[in-house]
């Protein structure tokens, strides 16, 4: 799993690999993180969150949204993501009410603890998520 930052105009954009739709959501988050600040201190304790949508899409992009309120809320910098996909076949519902759920852990990071650049939002604006070949695919642009 892999990530890379990209310059994109006043915002910037996380690119991300995985071979696993769980691995690549840590791989965006961990991306979140290193937008945020160049350096993540060892302290932090991890707390768990979960998320559910109503797509694929959907749920990278609330799942980040809920990084950022935690972020707020906690005055924590996530890191050291871990998630889960469960998808609305595994998870016993179907028809039209079927849900993705990301369930997840993350280290939160005192903010007081890292000289952190304020990522304001997930955007909608050019996002991607796709299955290419071998390996899941995501590139997610961030308001700055």
Known sequence: MSYALREHTADVAVEATAPTLGGLFEAVADGLT???CETVPDAGDRFELAVS???REALLFDFLD????ERDVR???PADH???IVAPDE????GAEATWTVEA????VPLDAVAAREIKAVTYSEMRLERRDE???????FDV
């Open 91 to 94: 998870s016993g519902s179907g």
């Open 82 to 84: 871990e998630c889960a």
């Open 34 to 36: 290193a937008a945020s």
């Open 53 to 55: 949508a109503e797509s």
């Open 66 to 69: 809920q990084l950022i309120y």
């Open 135 to 141: 390996e899941w695919y995501a590139y997610v642009v």
């Open 105 to 108: 852990t993350a280290r939160g």
């Open 75 to 77: 005055l924590v910098l």
